[in-house]
């Protein structure tokens, strides 16, 4: 059964960090741009970041950037997001997918991707 799941997400005061955690079982993670989402209440679901099948290439939506970190370890069909210096405006929850490597993918923020992990909860507040 093909599955990509997300971990590692929390409630966390501002300032603090997490590290959330995207793996697939079915699905071989290094034949994909690999991107994470989030939706907040009431908003629009937004692209985050995304990262290339071989890592090289990465994008940041200007609202993380400098904060956020992407990366992958395809040896353990992983990919991180590296989450510091959070702020209560990056509340929501955070969904992994997987995108066909086409094209300018990794400059599109991996949308529209393939495969949706169902998503982990990020609470940032005091």
């Known amino acids: 059964q093909l599955q990509v799941v997300e971990s590692g997400g929390g409630l966390v005061q501002p300032g603090g960090s997490l590290r959330l955690s995207c793996t697939a079982s079915?699905?071989?993670?290094?034949?994909?741009?690999i991107g994470w989402f989030r939706q907040a209440p009431g908003k629009e679901r937004e692209g985050v970041s995304c990262?290339?099948?071989?890592?090289?290439?990465?994008n940041y939506a200007d609202s993380v950037k400098g904060r956020f970190t992407i990366s992958r370890d395809n040896a353990k069909n992983t990919v991180y997001l590296q989450m510091n210096s959070l702020k209560p405006e990056d509340t929501a929850v955070y969904y992994c997918?997987?995108?066909?490597?086409?094209?300018?993918?990794?400059?599109?923020?991996?949308?529209?991707?393939?495969?949706w992990g169902q998503g982990t909860q990020i609470t940032v507040s005091s």
């Open positions: 997918a997987a995108a066909h490597e086409v094209g300018a993918i990794v400059n599109n923020m991996c949308d529209p991707p393939r495969y």
């Open positions: 990262i290339s099948s071989s890592g090289r290439s990465t």
């Open positions: 079915g699905l071989i993670l290094d034949r994909y741009a």
